[in-house]
């Protein structure tokens, strides 16, 4: 056991992660978090009796049959909330009553395109068969990789042969380019789709690995939704005997003879420790908090050139029905609509709600919570920081074209809704300080897939940094990840 200190900057998955890795490592932890609740990105709000589920719809690692799932183990996650696997990943419909059904189980899924789609049978082979490769392979998640030996290197790329193959030759491919391939044109538009929020460039390796996953039956839903995903960390590291301090916003990252040695509140409070982790947002953490001194090319390339992830529009609507016909998709239903209709600077073709029908717990009895998340522009909605009444009115503009835009695909929907919500880039960023509100941090593309971002800075001893700033593409799993690996990184530094 040691008897030294860590400060946590941010209690959002990464930062509560670390916290009670901390804690399993011996070291006195405290979080303070800017916010008064835990889970940061990972977040519900309540309106009118609904819950709204502002993060999270589906989890990595969810279910036994892959190994990260210890994670979720190890932070108090399992057994206490109940998984919820999904029958779809997506639904994509087409005009004529055409219909993408995309399977979790893969075996569903080979079938299905080859019956709507024999001609390609050849490019879904392919499909299929990259999706088993990587159902075959763990991810190796135990040890940070800063600090494998070559030996371990040497392991890794031995026993894991053909899954390194495997991502060296999707991640070159986006799904926009490896739909082209199909012939059929429903299927290739559907396919295109398929990215979601994420911009054209997104690699096929993310699709692939999240196929895999679905087929384990292991990227579920956390019944309950984001913030009580988020709480049963937070309780997990109180139960630790971690502490965590709320409307605690740090302001400096305090530095004597280049070392972290504590942090400033922006109420003048000040709290030394030995090591100090930053978990919130990047570039505040480098320019600001440590007034951008401790740098070098590499990061300052990273942060001038390394695009940002599109920031999204979330509306949530309560509706007073039930939706029982509707089937349960990990990512929601895609419905082409009849005129592309230009929403908060972005023109939609399609809208993909999410009928959250499998969660209760969400809605009174006999309702539905359900929310449509799609690309915003933060340049579009900018301009309304200084003018809150235009804000309004701009969020009412939206929640009134997805409502008839809801009409299309579910007649008669606007006469149930009860209650409307929107949630801006400027409400991301307001609540979280996520730059220009992005839910994921970086941007995954073809050409920045697997980057490495380095935890450290030059310079600058007994600091580390973790979350989706230094996990390029962000995301529940890889940032909680983090947490535990920087935890690695500091009880070998202190060793
Ligand atoms: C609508 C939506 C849907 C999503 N869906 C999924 C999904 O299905 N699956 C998935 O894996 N991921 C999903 N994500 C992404 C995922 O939620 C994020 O990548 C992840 O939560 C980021 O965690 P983090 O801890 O790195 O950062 P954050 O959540 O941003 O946490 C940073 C914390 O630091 C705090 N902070 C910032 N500055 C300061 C300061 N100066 N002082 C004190 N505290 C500070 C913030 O308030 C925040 O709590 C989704 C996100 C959203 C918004």
Same mark, same amino acid.
Not at 76 to 95: A, C, H, W
Not at 104 to 120: C, F, G, I, N, Y
Not at 242 to 264: C, P, Q, T
Not at 367 to 384: D, G, I, Q, S
């Given at each position: 056991?040691?008897?030294?200190?860590?400060?946590?900057?941010?209690?959002?998955?990464?930062?509560?992660?670390?916290?009670?890795?901390?804690?399993?490592?011996?070291?006195?932890?405290?979080?303070?978090?800017?916010?008064?609740?835990?889970?940061?990105?990972?977040?519900?709000?309540?309106?009118?009796?609904?819950?709204?589920?502002?993060?999270?719809?589906?989890?990595?690692?969810?279910?036994?049959?892959?190994?990260?799932?210890?994670?979720?183990?190890?932070?108090?996650?399992?057994?206490?909330?109940?998984?919820?696997?999904?029958?779809? %990943?997506?639904?994509?419909?087409?005009?004529?009553? =055409?219909?993408?059904? $995309? &399977? #979790?189980?893969? @075996?569903? /899924?080979?079938?299905?395109?080859?019956?709507?789609?024999?001609?390609?049978?050849?490019?879904?082979?392919?499909?299929?068969?990259?999706?088993?490769? %990587?159902?075959?392979?763990?991810?190796?998640?135990? =040890?940070?990789?800063? $600090? &494998? #030996?070559?030996? @371990?290197? /040497?392991?890794?790329?031995?026993?894991?042969?053909?899954?390194?193959?495997?991502?060296?030759?999707?991640?070159?491919?986006?799904?926009?380019?490896?739909?082209?391939?199909?012939?059929?044109?429903?299927?290739?538009?559907?396919?295109?789709?398929?990215?979601?929020?994420?911009?054209?460039?997104?690699?096929?390796?993310?699709?692939?690995?999240?196929?895999?996953?679905?087929?384990?039956?292991?990227?579920?839903?956390?019944?309950?939704?984001?913030?009580?995903?988020?709480?049963?960390?937070?309780?997990?590291?109180?139960?630790?005997?971690?502490?965590?301090?709320?409307?605690?916003?740090?302001?400096?990252?305090?530095?004597?003879?280049?070392?972290?040695?504590?942090?400033?509140?922006?109420?003048?409070?000040?709290?030394?420790?030995?090591?100090?982790?930053?978990?919130?947002?990047?570039?505040?953490?480098?320019?600001?908090?440590?007034?951008?001194?401790?740098?070098?090319?590499?990061?300052?390339?990273?942060?001038?050139?390394?695009?940002?992830?599109?920031?999204?529009?979330?509306?949530?609507?309560?509706?007073?029905?039930?939706?029982?016909?509707?089937?349960?998709?990990?990512?929601?239903?895609?419905?082409?609509?009849?005129?592309?209709?230009?929403?908060?600077?972005?023109?939609?073709?399609?809208?993909?709600?999410?009928?959250?029908?499998?969660?209760?717990?969400?809605?009174?009895?006999?309702?539905?919570?359900?929310?449509?998340?799609?690309?915003?522009?933060?340049?579009?909605?900018?301009?309304?920081?200084?003018?809150?009444?235009?804000?309004?009115?701009?969020?009412?503009?939206?929640?009134?074209?997805?409502?008839?835009?809801?009409?299309?695909?579910?007649?008669?929907?606007?006469?149930?809704?009860?209650?409307?919500?929107?949630?801006?880039?400027?409400?991301?960023?307001?609540?979280?300080?996520?730059?220009?509100?992005?839910?994921?941090?970086?941007?995954?593309?073809?050409?920045?897939?697997?980057?490495?971002?380095?935890?450290?800075?030059?310079?600058?001893?007994?600091?580390?940094?973790?979350?989706?700033?230094?996990?390029?593409?962000?995301?529940?799993?890889?940032?909680?990840?983090?947490?535990?690996?920087?935890?690695?990184?500091?009880?070998?530094?202190?060793?």
């Amino acid at each position: 056991m040691s008897d030294k200190s860590i400060i946590v900057i941010g209690a959002g998955i990464a930062g509560l992660s670390a916290g009670c890795y901390g804690r399993m490592n011996g070291y006195q932890v405290q979080i303070f978090e800017q916010d008064t609740l835990p889970g940061g990105l990972c977040t519900s709000w309540e309106r009118n009796g609904y819950t709204i589920n502002g993060g999270l719809g589906f989890l990595g690692g969810s279910g036994p049959l892959v190994k990260m799932h210890l994670i979720w183990r190890e932070l108090g996650v399992v057994p206490k909330i109940r998984m919820i696997d999904y029958e779809y %990943f997506v639904i994509v419909e087409g005009d004529e009553g =055409k219909r993408f059904l $995309l &399977y #979790t189980d893969v @075996d569903r /899924l080979e079938r299905h395109m080859k019956e709507l789609a024999p001609e390609d049978e050849k490019v879904i082979d392919e499909f299929i068969s990259a999706v088993r490769v %990587f159902t075959r392979y763990h991810l190796p998640f135990e =040890k940070a990789q800063e $600090l &494998y #030996t070559p030996w @371990d290197t /040497l392991k890794l790329l031995c026993s894991h042969f053909s899954l390194i193959r495997a991502l060296g030759k999707w991640k070159k491919i986006s799904i926009k380019e490896f739909a082209q391939r199909f012939t059929n044109p429903f299927l290739r538009e559907a396919f295109i789709q398929l990215r979601a929020l994420f911009s054209e460039d997104l690699p096929m390796v993310m699709l692939l690995m999240f196929f895999a996953w679905s087929h384990l039956k292991s990227a579920g839903y956390p019944e309950g939704g984001a913030l009580r995903f988020a709480q049963a960390i937070e309780d997990r590291f109180i139960g630790l005997g971690g502490k965590i301090e709320y409307r605690a916003r740090v302001d400096k990252i305090l530095v004597e003879n280049h070392r972290a040695v504590g942090v400033r509140l922006d109420d003048g409070q000040e709290h030394r420790c030995d090591f100090v982790i930053s978990a919130a947002d990047g570039r505040t953490t480098i320019f600001d908090m440590l007034a951008g001194k401790y740098l070098n090319n590499k990061i300052r390339g990273l942060y001038d050139t390394l695009p940002l992830a599109p920031p999204v529009l979330l509306v949530a609507l309560g509706i007073s029905r039930e939706f029982l016909d509707i089937p349960h998709c990990g990512v929601g239903i895609i419905y082409p609509l009849k005129e592309p209709v230009t929403m908060g600077g972005i023109e939609m073709k399609s809208l993909r709600p999410m009928v959250y029908n499998f969660d209760p717990t969400l809605a009174p009895a006999g309702k539905t919570f359900l929310r449509v998340v799609f690309p915003a522009n933060y340049t579009y909605w900018e301009r309304f920081k200084e003018n809150p009444d235009a804000y309004r009115a701009e969020k009412d503009k939206v929640a009134e074209t997805v409502i008839e835009l809801l009409e299309q695909r579910f007649p008669g929907i606007s006469s149930h809704v009860e209650m409307r919500d929107v949630a801006t880039p400027l409400t991301f960023e307001r609540y979280t300080s996520n730059r220009e509100g992005t839910i994921i941090g970086w941007d995954v593309t073809t050409r920045t897939a697997f980057k490495r971002i380095p935890k450290t800075l030059p310079g600058l001893r007994n600091f580390w940094m973790a979350g989706q700033w230094v996990e390029l593409g962000g995301g529940i799993p890889m940032v909680a990840l983090s947490g535990r690996n920087v935890i690695q990184l500091i009880a070998k530094a202190d060793s």
